[in-house]
């Protein structure tokens, strides 16, 4: 067991809020449970201990022999000294007790319980306040701004000057960037073909995107408001040039990585309605005609299908694989093929995600629901279960404290599901 002091330092970590929010604050009850949670602080340095103080006891310093006897104030002086060191020298070994050590331990578990309930249910109600300290001398970690701040009823706060200026700074930059983009394309396709540097440009994200741990963008509630702006001013621009050759003036290589950023995109926010967006512009891509019609945009017109990396594309169906609990041989009724440039056709691309996506095994399992119903009396029927998974940030899966459901789990709530 790892020695523990009162005299510590408290650093919460924001992105250990989650775990400890699905924390049992009842362990803290057993000294035992107390302490393991404590290591746990300790291990991930959310608490760092301080050295002791280094204080001598300094005794009364007595007058040498004298014949002559000591004055009063004198002697309430000594006294004085004498008890004020003996009271220090009990303080700091009633410190070091057992009983003092689990009592330490116990409220510095329940305070970041505590903290990381109050971040995670009660961050938009929350403005930032000042560092506070415990009665042992430890400091609490700085309280971050909620990102949406909000009055209770729903009602959002004002926004203030500064909030404002980010917000224009962080449009007209994005604004800016698709409009130098767009210019670059031209100008490439116009006069020099080899300096196509919005290709580079699409290609870096897509590798910083790649990077990222697996859902990193689905929590949407932890992201700012002018973050999600941001999130859907560049899927629309991507969006257009993916399909569109002639108002972007995008070349094939651009439109392909614009196609691939994103459904890094879509798959990084972790829904079915991004994947389902990507299928629906990977097929317009692809069709053969002069025009396309997007749900989402005037009619778009194109000259020649981009195709898609294979590899990106077989990354993207293991990783569906792997946090959608899928086990078993896969489901695509085709074989994904590339050509020698290593790309493989977007409708079949989109096929594989949609197939994939298990909406074809949805809608059947919905006709074969359907076709109990019109079952004869008495026949027995199967029994119907529902499985939850995804974000469950603002408690929409009923399950509990967790804000992510990577696989999918049976739920209680749906005991009644007919279909």
Not at 252 to 270: D, H, K, S
Not at 299 to 308: A, D, E, M, N, Y
Request: with cysteine.
């Amino acid at each position: 067991m790892v020695p523990c002091q009162t005299h510590v330092l408290l650093k919460w970590q924001e992105h250990f809020n989650s775990s400890w929010a699905a924390e049992d604050s009842v362990q803290t009850a057993r000294r035992h449970g107390a302490a393991v949670l404590y290591n746990k602080l300790l291990y991930n340095k959310e608490v760092v201990t301080l050295a002791q103080p280094v204080q001598e006891l300094a005794s009364p310093r007595l007058p040498d022999f004298e014949c002559e006897s000591n004055t009063s104030a004198e002697k309430e002086e000594y006294l004085s000294s004498l008890l004020h060191s003996q009271r220090w020298l009990a303080h700091r070994m009633l410190t070091q007790t057992s009983y003092t050590l689990g009592l330490h331990q116990r409220l510095v578990v329940l305070q970041r319980i505590y903290y990381a309930l109050h971040s995670k249910y009660h961050d938009k109600f929350r403005l930032q306040l000042p560092s506070q300290s415990t009665d042992s001398g430890a400091e609490s970690g700085p309280i971050e701004l909620a990102s949406e701040p909000r009055l209770p009823g729903g009602v959002s706060k004002i926004k203030s000057g500064t909030d404002v200026l980010i917000e224009m700074g962080v449009r007209t930059g994005l604004s800016l960037l698709f409009s130098l983009l767009q210019q670059n394309w031209r100008y490439a396709a116009s006069v020099h073909p080899e300096s196509v540097l919005c290709n580079d440009v699409l290609a870096t994200a897509s590798s910083v995107l790649a990077s990222l741990p697996p859902l990193s963008l689905a929590n949407e509630s932890k992201i700012p408001s002018v973050g999600l702006d941001c999130l859907g001013q560049v899927a629309d621009f991507l969006k257009k040039t993916s399909v569109s050759s002639g108002s972007s003036g995008a070349d094939p290589t651009g439109r392909r990585l614009a196609l691939e950023l994103l459904l890094g995109l879509a798959m990084q926010r972790g829904s079915l309605k991004f994947l389902l967006e990507w299928v629906e512009v990977a097929l317009a891509a692809s069709m053969p005609s002069s025009t396309a019609v997007l749900s989402s945009s005037s009619s778009l017109s194109f000259q020649q299908s981009p195709g898609v990396g294979f590899e990106l594309i077989q990354q993207t169906l293991l990783q569906m694989r792997q946090y959608s609990g899928f086990r078993g041989d896969p489901i695509n009724t085709q074989v994904l093929t590339k050509d020698a440039d290593g790309l493989c056709l977007l409708s079949q691309a989109a096929l594989f995600l949609f197939e994939e996506s298990q909406i074809c095994n949805l809608a059947s399992n919905c006709l074969c629901s359907c076709s109990t119903d019109t079952a004869a009396p008495g026949a027995e029927s199967d029994t119907v279960m529902v499985y939850v998974w995804g974000s469950n940030s603002s408690h929409q899966l009923a399950e509990g404290t967790l804000e992510k459901i990577l696989l999918p789990k049976v739920t209680q709530g749906f005991s009644d599901a007919q279909m």
